[in-house]
């Protein structure tokens, strides 16, 4: 079963930035959209951003619009996401996910499959 591993993670004063990375172990899964969560203790994993396969097309929430970038290497089955003028409520573990998504579903993390084990990202005040 393919696993995807997070890195870029790390601390970070307010206002900074960080860019995160997940890699594929096997370039030749299948999927059609990767996307990005994060989660805190004693909450349900929030929608960051995806990224379908085919197209490249983008979905952002509100909160991130303007801040955060998704990008992907399809031929290495790589997902990054760059995230600026982060803020203090942004630490959390970000979690990598990938799949064949329905329609409706690239912000719920019911429509993925397959998922990394997590990077933490401490935002400092």
């Known amino acids: 079963q393919v696993q995807l591993v997070e890195s870029g993670g790390g601390v970070v004063q307010a206002g900074g930035s960080l860019r995160l990375s997940c890699a594929a172990s096997d370039e030749t899964f299948s999927y059609s959209v990767m996307g990005w969560f994060r989660q805190v203790p004693g909450k349900e994993r929030e929608f960051q951003a995806a990224i379908t396969r085919s197209g490249g097309r983008t979905i952002y929430p509100d909160s991130v619009k303007g801040r955060f970038i998704i990008s992907s290497d399809n031929v290495n089955s790589t997902v990054y996401l760059q995230m600026n003028a982060l803020h203090p409520e942004a630490t959390a573990v970000y979690y990598c996910?990938?799949?064949?998504?329905?329609?409706?579903?690239?912000?719920?993390?019911?429509?993925?499959?397959?998922w990394g084990p997590g990077t933490q990202v401490t935002v400092s005040s």
């Open positions: 996910a990938a799949g064949v998504v329905p329609r409706g579903y690239y912000a719920s993390s019911r429509g993925y499959d397959y």
